[in-house]
């Protein structure tokens, strides 16, 4: 079982549309998680990072952390068709980026 | 600021041979990363360096693959003798120091990546 799952998607909506990207991570000990935007034949690029569990806003995006059921979510309001790309999200263990696969988000316009 | 340089941008081999992809980090960053990353699949750290110093390279095949990085600046990750599942994106990234929790806000700024193709 990997340490970080994540559903690949693709995941394609309307543009508009409210976006939810999710993860599950099977260590407890995770307590920082990253979410990453990665566009075709580009590097990643951190969007945000939350600590805990709890919220965190961030313009049009909102990072979720659910410790009890170990679960990440990355919500995108009013998607864009600019937020066409691999959405990936990590846990900071120690020194190290545990990543996810990352999923595919299609915005139709 | 310039960002994380990486060239080249794509190279293809046949299979036993060698190849050697090179990165020069954002100017300051004490830490640099290499990563793998195969398609469908998030990155996969080979090799950490702080400064001219190896932090990690646990997931590194080393009997293959080598990296260095002399001077604490640029950095060359080498393969030899290619196999097919090397095909993948190679992708440095830099940060001022390793991130870790009490550093978390040291983010990590990734290069376009080398796509290695091994036919």
């Known amino acids: 079982q990997k340490e970080v799952e994540q559903d690949p998607g693709p995941l394609s909506v309307p543009e508009g549309a409210i976006v939810s990207l999710n993860c599950t991570y099977s260590n407890s000990a995770f307590q920082y998680f990253m979410w990453y935007r990665q566009y075709s034949r580009k590097g990643p690029e951190l969007l945000m990072y939350?600590?805990s569990s709890g919220n965190k806003e961030d313009g049009r995006f909102t990072a979720q952390v659910d410790k009890s059921s170990k679960y990440i979510s990355l919500f995108i309001r009013d998607s864009q068709p600019s937020d066409s790309a691999t959405y990936l999200c990590a846990s900071l263990a120690d020194y190290q980026l545990i990543w996810g696969a990352g999923t595919k988000l299609i915005i139709k316009p | 600021e310039a960002g994380v340089a990486q060239s080249p941008r794509y190279k293809i081999i046949e299979k036993r041979q060698s190849v050697a992809f090179w990165c020069n980090p954002i100017s300051g960053h004490a830490t640099l990363y290499w990563y793998q990353q195969i398609l469908g699949q998030g990155p996969k750290l080979l090799i950490q360096?702080?400064?001219?110093?190896?932090?990690?390279d646990s997931q590194l095949p080393k009997d293959r693959f080598s990296a260095e990085r002399l001077k604490g600046v640029d950095s060359t990750l080498k393969i030899q003798p290619a196999k097919l599942e090397d095909s993948a994106v190679y992708l440095c990234?830099?940060?001022?120091?390793?991130?870790?929790?009490?550093?978390?806000?040291?983010?990590?700024?990734f290069g376009p990546g080398t796509r290695l193709t091994v036919l």
């Open positions: 939350t600590y």
């Open positions: 360096f702080q400064n001219n110093g190896v932090v990690d």
């Open positions: 990234a830099s940060s001022l120091r390793t991130q870790g929790a009490r550093r978390l806000n040291n983010e990590q700024f």
